[in-house]
């Protein structure tokens, strides 16, 4: 069975430019997550889909962050302007349903991004 | 105010000896879970193994086992017989389940280096 695949692996960018992430969850999995990695810490959730609504986004700066999941399949997770902070590994995961009591979340490798 | 505490950033441990990761959480919730998450370097994070808030019974895996002391708040992780794959960041996390969509809260991780 084919894990979550994400691409690219490695982005860099200037700050004030834009950058938009894929990720395709293991088929059939309902729920997909976004987290993001900065250096030294633990995964944070971004936004968490369920089907193609979303179901938490409070973690997800809005004014320069944006998901989508398109079909309830693959999303795409953008950020228009980059600012330096945002260099981090962004992991994509996903579930079979957030209702089940074990739901264990399947992680792709992640991209890594850059901003100079 | 965190959730997850992990108060070992790193560890040294020799080939084929066990090694003890500690956790510690927070949490109101009478139901709720306990995760591992092994992270090498390609990035990628790997579930290991899953302790129920309710569950009897220490959760075991292959080598992994996880020594659940619920009213310390602890959930530590225990890897027999270390291999120099194992060589990894390690990540525990928690998933709140009466306030939470599956939203899993990360500790800080340690990294834990298998030497020959």
């Known amino acids: 069975e084919a894990g979550v695949a994400q691409s690219p692996r490695y982005k860099i960018i200037e700050k004030r430019q834009s950058v938009a992430f894929w990720c395709n969850p293991i088929s059939g999995h309902a729920t997909l997550y976004w987290y993001q990695q900065i250096l030294g810490q633990g995964p944070k959730l971004l936004i968490q889909?369920?089907?193609?609504?979303?179901?938490?986004d409070s973690q997800l700066p809005k004014d320069r962050f944006s998901a989508e999941r398109l079909k309830g399949v693959d999303s795409t997770l953008k950020i228009q302007p980059a600012k330096l902070e945002d260099s981090a590994v962004y992991l994509c995961?996903?579930?079979?349903?957030?209702?089940?009591?074990?739901?264990?979340?399947?992680f792709g490798a992640g991209t890594r991004l850059s901003v100079l | 105010a965190q959730k997850i505490t992990q108060t070992q950033p790193g560890m040294f441990v020799q080939e084929k000896e066990a090694v003890t990761l500690d956790c510690t959480y927070d949490t109101s919730d009478q139901s709720y879970g306990l995760f591992w998450y092994k992270q090498p370097s390609s990035g990628e994070m790997i579930f290991l193994i899953y302790?129920?808030?309710?569950?009897?019974q220490n959760a075991t895996e292959g080598r992994y086992s996880l020594n659940f002391q619920k009213a310390r708040k602890s959930a530590n992780l225990v890897i027999s017989a270390s291999q120099l794959g194992d060589s990894a960041m390690y990540f525990c996390?928690?998933?709140?389940?009466?306030?939470?969509?599956?939203?899993?809260?990360f500790g800080a991780g340690t990294q834990v280096v298998v030497t020959p």
């Open positions: 996390a928690m998933r709140e389940f009466e306030n939470s969509w599956g939203k899993l809260q």
């Open positions: 995961a996903s579930s079979l349903a957030q209702g089940l009591a074990k739901n264990i979340q399947y």
């Open positions: 302790q129920g808030s309710y569950d009897e």
């Open positions: 889909f369920q089907n193609n609504g979303v179901v938490d």
